[in-house]
């Protein structure tokens, strides 16, 4: 390979990790925010719940696009989001 290939190859590769991050960083605070609204969804605040489900749906197409030790990560963390968000639903219908 010559330099200039080289020098492309790690200008992408650079490219591709900082996007990754960019990425990890757009779920993480997605998940955050969800977090948030599904914690309030136990004590009666019904109008969060369209957006808690939005965000799970936004981070499920997102998901794909992360990289494999990231989105081990970042799916454990989905995961217990409907967990919190599926409690606060059924002490809704309980009330």
């Known amino acids: 390979m010559m330099r200039q290939q080289i020098a492309e190859v790690r200008k992408l590769a650079e490219l591709r990790a900082l996007t990754d991050r960019q990425l990890t960083a757009l779920i993480s605070n997605r998940l955050e925010r969800g977090f948030a609204l599904a914690e309030r969804l136990g004590f009666g605040a019904v109008?969060?719940?369209?957006?808690v489900t939005r965000l799970v749906l936004e981070i499920r197409m997102l998901l794909p696009a992360v990289n494999r030790?990231?989105?081990?990560?970042?799916?454990?963390?989905?995961?217990?989001?409907?967990?919190?968000m599926m409690y606060g639903i059924s002490m809704q219908t309980a009330s």
């Not at 109008?47 to 957006?51: G, Y």
């Not at 030790?69 to 919190?84: G, I, K, P």
């Open 47 to 51: 109008e969060h719940d369209r957006e």
């Open 69 to 84: 030790a990231d989105r081990v990560c970042l799916q454990s963390q989905l995961a217990q989001l409907e967990e919190v």
